[in-house]
């Protein structure tokens, strides 16, 4: 049976610059706990906001890679960190729905969204 690591990144394009993604994500989504330095928590995972060094405007429409060149990279981290999880376990179920929420949630609020995980095959099933 395949394992899965539990860590992901969500790349997100959105024409914000941090300080107010930032301070949007803290009006909107009232179920997050801000932590030092672009950190938050949220149903039990630690997620950071990172600028992307490869952030490029000019090719965020490419249909393929475009979410390559997004703004910006939220790492989602389990808190509990029990990895790696085999398909079909309870701890890999919540992973994939917690991903779609976030995902959905910043397409809620304009932004591009893009689910990169070790995963990412289970997410249409």
């Not at 995963?119 to 249409?124: A, V």
Request: glycine share 4%; with cysteine; hydrophobic share 35%.
């Amino acid at each position: 049976m395949d394992t899965y690591n539990l860590d992901f990144i969500i790349a997100v394009q959105s024409e914000s610059d941090l300080n107010s993604f930032l301070s949007r994500l803290q009006q909107e989504w009232e179920d997050l706990e801000k932590m030092p330095f672009r950190v938050f928590k949220m149903s039990g995972n630690r997620l950071e906001v990172q600028e992307n060094y490869l952030y490029d405007p000019e090719k965020v429409s490419d249909p393929h890679q475009g979410y390559i060149y997004y703004r910006y990279r939220i790492m989602v981290t389990p808190e509990d960190n029990k990895q790696p999880a085999s398909e079909g376990s309870v701890a890999l179920t919540e992973r994939i729905a917690f991903a779609k929420l976030l995902k959905s949630r910043l397409e809620e609020m304009g932004c591009l969204a893009k689910i990169l995980a070790d995963f990412d095959g289970l997410l249409e099933k």
